[in-house]
């Protein structure tokens, strides 16, 4: 049987602070282009990975306490995710040669994969660049879908702010924002990422968190009336502030705390009393939980695409062996736009 060379992004040993690049070694096996007869498996060539902040919780060693490491990776072994591949061989019924899906795989070039229902999807838009099923029309883009019209229950003249705006999942919610009549807020760490919330997301203002000695003041100034929805991608201290300038009746997505994912300790909310008084709602959710909703989301977005409503912004590397630093990149802020890997050309 023929067999080709496979590279592998394996993780070290589990982590424990910020992650390095260190973390995440680049290592060689073979792998069989053939899966073996009757099974129910396809082999995939995986063109793009995607590099999510997730991820960095799965680096942790397993704690029966925290269901954020009950998927933790294993040390020695390639570490996965989401990923846009194409079939080289299959013995599953539903995909043949040539086909295009993405889904769970591995972070290597090849991945042996069973495909799995609302795990795996089969691409049927491939007049988009097939780059977008790791973000735009891929998790981040269901999780935006999801988080804001499922969770928010959002209302035309709401004030809305989303922190780590300019990334794969906030700046697609703002742009749904706007688009039911929303006044809208994002926060970033640079004035790069600011001005392109303002300037092509078409955020109504934007600030650089780094910038503001006061985040409950910078609130203040941009929602003197309040804040509606929060859409959570930080966590923290951005977490404290937003409560305090909250509206009575208003909702928190908590969609992700990346501020939070390296830290020993992490950082306690000190207004949480605030949300009784307020009548807040925080509503955890993960995306998993809706891919049922994925054939919605596309007649949804797919048409706003097509009219050139939406865009979206990738930060590409390029290359398997440039994937520890993109995924460690993320938790410094290094990304503009979604991140991802091109381990493939397609």
């Known amino acids: 049987m023929a067999t080709t060379i496979n590279k592998q992004v394996v993780l070290r040993d589990y982590v424990t602070g910020f992650a390095n690049e ?24 995986n063109l793009y990975l995607s590099c999510d902040p997730y991820m960095r919780n799965r680096m942790r060693k397993p704690d029966p306490l925290s269901p954020a490491t009950a998927q933790s990776f294993t040390p020695g072994k390639p570490i996965s995710g989401f990923g846009v591949s194409k079939v080289i061989d299959s013995g599953h019924s539903d995909y043949e040669e040539g086909d295009l899906l993405w889904g769970a795989v591995g972070w290597e070039e090849y991945s042996v994969i069973t495909p799995i229902p609302n795990l795996h999807f089969k691409i049927h838009h491939t007049d988009f660049p097939l780059s977008y099923y790791t973000g735009l029309l891929g998790m981040p883009g269901m999780t935006a879908y999801v988080g804001f019209y499922e969770i928010c229950s959002p209302k035309k003249g709401d004030t809305v702010f989303v922190s780590a705006a300019s990334g794969a999942v906030g700046q697609l919610v703002g742009q749904f924002a706007k688009m039911m009549g929303c006044y809208v807020v994002g926060s970033a760490g640079s004035k790069e990422k600011v ?16 910038e503001e000695h006061n985040l409950i003041a910078a609130l203040k100034r941009c929602f003197p009336e309040g804040i509606d929805i929060y859409f959570e991608n930080v966590g923290g201290k951005m977490l404290d502030a937003v409560i305090l300038n909250m509206r009575p009746h208003g909702r928190i997505a908590a969609c992700g705390m990346i501020s939070q994912y390296n830290l020993k300790n992490p950082e306690g909310i000190y207004g949480l009393s605030l949300i009784t008084y307020k009548r807040i709602r925080i509503q955890g959710f993960n995306c998993f939980d809706y891919f049922d909703k994925y054939s919605e ?14 865009t979206y912004v ?9 994937a520890p630093a993109a995924l460690v990149g993320l938790f410094h802020g290094k990304n503009v736009g979604k991140q991802l890997v091109v381990v493939s050309p397609s």
């Open 22 to 45: 260190s973390d995440l070694v680049i290592t060689s096996t073979t792998v069989d282009l053939r899966v073996p007869k009757g099974s129910m498996t396809a082999l995939v060539k």
């Open 314 to 322: 990738e930060d590409v590397a390029d290359g398997i062996e440039s």
């Open 195 to 210: 001005d392109l919330l303002k300037n092509k997301f078409g955020f109504d203002d934007a600030f650089n968190y780094k």
């Open 297 to 310: 989301f596309l007649e949804f977005v797919v048409p706003y695409i097509r009219e050139g409503k939406i």
